[in-house]
């Protein structure tokens, strides 16, 4: 394909707006447009990337547009659905940001609405291009650490308070809860290291410190997520949701097909901000301490009756470009995949395994921690997604 691919952002200035300037900066792209309902976003947009850029309230003008090929949706959570049916009925190949969607059934019907129209789907689950969990996926397929048994995740997220309590995803109608808005990421590499998914899940967990915070917004105000150090400790917070219904910690087990079990634990309110992947196998153990920038993995084959004495440990650097270098190499990978075809890090699949295990765990619960099976996904979309997205 010589002719560069024409895209367009639904969702023009959210959370997820740094993509688009590894977008704008993409050789092989045009960035033509973008939708948003707000008409500050939309200022915002052209006054970053140019303002003669088509820029419009309603996505479904800009998916009527026939030199855009493609689009990022990038929309809240509670859009998805939505948005990507729209896109891949109008024929436009989509990246899709996490999580696939909020509900089993719009999940379901963004999947089989990419295989009737054969439109392209990719969603964007950036952590499998994270260098330090790309280096993680390489030491355990090498197999020094011999059969994965067991994978642990703690997942510590300071900056809960600015990114979670203070706009649309403090209500579970919007995310159903941040076991899946937020953990969908941690579930997706655990079941990657894993090489399998959850079938069966239990969890627990509450609303234990937002709840208690007493500055919040007033009445019908808005707010842009924003990132300030000082925001801090958590009960000394401010500009807080009206309402706030999801909860700020919690924790999962899982078993999944392959028979690994793993644990996965989140909590929004720690001083510190990393996640620490823990991958045990019959023949020793992996774990990374921090999870971007300049950070390590250590790896254990011998034994040794002390932490100090990892048999092996890489060092990992700061790599460019935003949330661990992972961004700009998404947005390549995507445009690399409607241009040439060449397969993803991830398949629609494995997403929908992700939403699925995090939907069942957030049932699990608020429901007094009884087990849930995860939904399975039918044969025919497996093999559709699997096999690259081609007819068989």
């Not at 707006?17 to 977008?23: A, E, H, M, P, S």
């Not at 460019?320 to 995507?334: A, M, R, T, Y």
């Not at 849930?372 to 007819?391: D, H, K, M, W």
Request: with cysteine; aromatic share 10%.
């Amino acid at each position: 394909m010589n002719k560069k691919t024409g895209i367009g952002i639904i969702g023009a200035w959210g959370l997820r707006r740094g993509l688009i300037r590894y977008v704008a900066q993409n050789e092989d792209v045009n960035l033509l447009g973008a939708a948003d309902i707000s008409a500050q976003a939309l200022e915002n947009f052209q006054k970053e990337y140019g303002k003669n850029l088509y820029v419009t309230q309603d996505y479904r003008d800009l998916l009527r547009k026939d030199d855009i090929d493609a689009v990022f949706i990038l929309s809240p959570d509670y859009c998805h659905e939505e948005h990507a049916v729209a896109a891949l009925q109008a024929g436009k190949a989509v990246y899709l940001e996490k999580p696939l969607a909020i509900t089993i059934d719009g999940a379901l019907n963004i999947l089989q609405t990419a295989k009737q129209t054969s439109s392209l789907l990719y969603v964007g689950h950036n952590m499998r291009y994270f260098p330090v969990v790309l280096k993680m996926k390489e030491i355990i397929e090498s197999g020094v650490i011999g059969e994965v048994q067991v994978v642990w995740c703690r997942h510590f997220i300071s900056y809960g308070g600015d990114a979670y309590f203070k706009d649309w995803h403090s209500q579970q109608k919007n995310v159903t809860g941040l076991l899946l808005q937020k953990a969908a990421h941690d579930i997706d590499v655990i079941h990657w290291l894993a090489n399998s998914h959850s079938t069966m899940v239990t969890a627990m967990g509450k609303l234990s410190v937002y709840n208690r915070c007493t500055n919040k917004q007033a009445e019908g105000e808005t707010h842009v997520v924003s990132f300030n150090q000082e925001n801090w400790p958590p009960l000394e917070d401010h500009s807080f949701a009206q309402k706030i219904d999801v909860e700020d910690h919690s924790m999962m087990l899982m078993s999944m097909q392959n028979g690994v079990q793993a644990s996965y634990m989140q909590c929004h309110y720690t001083p510190d901000a990393w996640r620490n992947y823990t991958v045990i196998g019959t023949k020793g153990r992996v774990e990374n301490i921090g999870d971007s920038g300049d950070c390590s993995i250590k790896l254990y084959t011998s034994r040794t009756d002390t932490f100090e004495k990892p048999d092996t440990v890489y060092f990992l650097h700061k790599t460019e470009g935003s949330h661990g270098g992972s961004d700009p190499s998404i947005v390549k990978s995507f445009v690399d995949f409607v241009r040439t075809g060449r397969k993803a890090n991830i398949d629609p699949s494995a997403a929908f395994y992700a939403v699925a295990a995090g939907i069942a765990a957030t049932e699990s619960l608020r429901n007094n921690s009884q087990p849930e099976q995860v939904q399975t996904l039918p044969e025919e979309l497996i093999a559709y997604f699997t096999n690259g997205q081609r007819p068989e």
